[in-house]
């Protein structure tokens, strides 16, 4: 923690008033220290994490944080507000905020110290203490876990706060005896976040903290960034209940398997944890068992704090939904690598080099044409993982490790019988739930070492492999044929009609499921490029640029709609747009979802609609006006998405400026003082 933070990255009288300002000024503190390289680069970081999620928690605390290509050490900048700054979190501004930095890299000691802070953060003497600091090299000792100099006289009164709580802890040990006696409640939990950096560890210090005053036994494993130690088994086995509060998917699920479980998000455990000891408590009683592996959170919908519960059949369009995503967000990388990879190739040797001769037998080092094969060999090889990824990593989403096997056999075979990427979902279904069913089989003491990693997945191998050959794969490669052929053979109000459906999905929820099963066809059509797959991935790619491209252009043509936070915001909404970021246009759509939605979904059913009217086409998976040197009409690709841009910008401003009060129409003082008008 020494190399984290000093006296200069501590502000004790922050004056920013916006969560965006209180960044900037604590991280051009950590840019006069040599710790950030690039000022803007890295706020831009730091928003796209907050756009993710909010990072305000109960307390008054305010964690922004991000990894960063711009940080070149970890660093930890410390701020208090006297008039609080709102980060989120339900109850209320946060006074004591902290902006975790860290390099792109960052190894696991440096983030394992990150989440000790995290953890303290939890500890109200700790907090009361940064709220009663006088000076700043005190409270940077203080955050890095060391004495502050003391006075002789304070020397005494520490002797004196010593003896007394020798003596405390000399009654806590006797009330410590009797509760072992009484056998307490005892509660296994697993805590994970995207990043892995805070709320990983702050959700697993409150539901600590919380079963100590509640009496229960709490045990908690941390699936952060940081590392993964494993929960002793014998704790697990002596549990009376299971907690998840995650916001990724839990590792190797089946250990808590025949335990009662409640199933959140991670800002659940950190926010409501007596709620979720007291559920897990009923569970227990009424006797609810779950068998883990029917159960993979249902903390990916909406706030991430309902609950998933496995034994609650009525989740499970929840639960498979999360199983595809798992699927798709395992793929997704082996698209963007390889799908590049293809399309830089036809930008350098063209179409026809996909016919060329395998590298490893013609090769020269001088032919531009050699390099555009070499690209599209590559690119092709990492594409002919893409149906086994997704088949595997489905089914790992339902059935943990045991299930890979028989879900990468499947989607192979997918490959085989020409079922494609349809043929692919199929079979990793089929591998997750196979493999489920045969962990529920009762079997020996002397074959459960083995089952995992043999007896399971050459069963479920076997089987899967019998119905992909047999059963189900012939139909599905049908059916996939028969996609093909209606994509290509769209054309006129048909292809139209799709743009419009297209571009509806991805403006709808701007990085959510509905958005993500866009994307998902799309790429789909990716590993075997038609042309009518390619105009659907134009038309996909260009409806996603549209709501953070209208927001920004908003915030610019209209200031007075917007909050200060949310022109700033806007600023950064136009690198996300032309980057392909959707999720840029969240923070927007959460402050004013009934105006910003229906805007950009309207926005980006006229994109989809013109792109696919246009015949655009695309080959790779991403990049934005990056790769427009890679799309097929370029130019009335560019034009779709500047209408669609156009169209959602116009729809926010007459929306947001028909809802002005009448005061404000009247003329009444804005905050910056000037009159406050009905905006048309």
Known sequence: MSELITAELVDLDLSATTKDAAARSLAERMVAAHRVTDLDGFLADVAAREAQMPTGLDGGIGIPHCRSEHVNAPTLAFGRSGAGIDFGAADGPADLIFLIAAPAGADDDHLTILSGLARRLMDPEFTAALRAGTNARAVAALIRGEEPPEEPEQERVEAGKQEQEQAETVTEAAGATEAAESAPFRIVAVTSCPTGIAHTYMAAESLAAAGRAEGVEVTVETQGSAGFKKLDPAVVAAADAV?????????????????????????????????????????AERGEIATATDSDGASGAGDGDGDGSGADHAHFGVRLRTYLMSGVSYMVPFVAAGGLLIALSFAIGGYEIASAKSVADHFVWGEADSWAALLNQIGSAAFGFLVPVLAGYIAYGMADRPALVPGFVGGAIALTVNAGFLGGLVAGLLAGAVVMAIQRVPVHATLRGIMPVLVIPLIASAVVGFLMFIVVGKPIASLQNALTDWLNGLSGSNAVILGVVLGLMMCFDMGGPLNKVAYA????????????????????????????????????????????????????????????????????????????????????????????????????????????????????????????????????????????????????????????????
């Open 243 to 283: 907690i998840w509060a995650h916001d990724v998917e839990v590792r190797e699920k089946s250990r808590f398997r025949g335990k009662p479980l409640v199933d959140v998000g991670v800002k659940a455990g950190i926010n409501r944890p007596a709620e979720l000891i007291a559920e897990a408590r009923r569970k």
């Open 521 to 680: 066809f799309a790429v789909g059509g990716l590993a075997d490029p038609t042309p009518g797959s390619l105009k659907v991935m134009a038309a996909v790619m260009a409806a996603g640029m549209v709501p953070p491209l209208a927001m920004a252009l908003a915030t610019t043509v209209r200031k007075r709609l917007f909050t200060k936070t949310e022109r700033e915001n806007g600023r950064a909404a136009w690198v996300l747009g032309a980057s392909f970021i959707t999720e840029g246009a969240i923070p927007f759509a959460a402050a004013d979802p009934l105006r910003v939605i229906p805007s950009v979904m309207a926005g980006g059913a006229v994109t989809g609609a013109l792109s696919m009217a246009f015949g655009a086409t695309l080959r790779a998976p991403h990049g934005g006006v990056f790769v427009v040197p890679l799309i097929g009409e370029p130019f009335l690709y560019l034009l779709a998405i500047a209408a669609g841009t156009l169209v959602a910008t116009a729809l926010v401003v007459l929306l947001k400026g028909a809802r002005r009060t009448a005061p404000e129409a009247s003329g009444d003082a804005g905050a910056d003082g000037s009159r406050v008008t009905v905006a048309a």
